[in-house]
């Protein structure tokens, strides 16, 4: 699995040919394609896929991060609500806006009222660049997803002997044999990827 530097970097480089090609490809507006290249950052740097580690986009947080710390230990690193196209980016969004959700639930009807007249108001004009920014971090998320899934499938191929071994998408990433005269796994947690 990459470094968190490396996805960041890579996903960095991509940002510029993604989006020339919505601009270009799918002839969106240039404030659509500053909404799509606003989620894409948004995803790398702060709304990755592995915010369920210790990682560089956790810690990016700052003191805001105990916020993620549920979400952290919820998951499994590589789960499919963790790291699983679309899915998972949905599920991050769904997890950022429960609490303020709430929040409007708690603090009563005229809060509410005031948050659905919002909604039915700048809803349908944002409605384009919601949902570029949405894809601009599916985007991000995906390309993430794709360099794991390499990453560990040339580890495997070119890997040493004791590494070779039958390894799904799904499973931990800290999960490693000791070697094949020991007993049983070892799991381990990276403190930063």
């Known amino acids: 699995m990459p470094m968190g530097v490396t996805h960041r970097t890579i996903n960095t480089i991509a940002s510029i040919p993604f989006t020339t090609e919505v601009y270009l490809g799918l002839h969106r507006s240039p404030l659509e394609c500053v909404a799509f290249l606003a989620g ?36 499994a690193h590589r789960s499919f609500l963790s790291h699983f196209p679309i899915i998972s980016t949905i599920f991050r969004i769904i997890y950022l806006l429960w609490l303020p959700i709430l929040l409007i639930f708690v603090l009563g009807s005229a809060v509410q009222a005031t948050a659905r007249d919002q909604v039915y108001d700048w809803v349908p004009q944002l409605a384009p660049y919601l949902i570029a920014l949405v894809v601009g971090m599916m985007g991000s998320d995906t390309l993430h997803m794709l360099l794991d899934v390499t990453s560990t499938r040339l580890k ?20 490693k044999r000791h070697s094949h005269y020991s007993r049983g796994w070892r799991t381990t947690r990276s403190s930063r990827r």
């Open 40 to 75: 894409y950052t948004f995803a790398t740097f702060l709304m990755n896929p592995d915010l369920d580690l210790n990682s560089d986009g956790y810690q990016s947080w700052g003191f805001l991060r105990f916020y993620w710390w549920p979400y952290q230990k919820a998951l």
């Open 156 to 175: 495997r191929t070119f890997g040493s002997k004791h590494e070779r071994r039958p390894e799904g998408f799904f499973e931990h990433h800290g999960e």
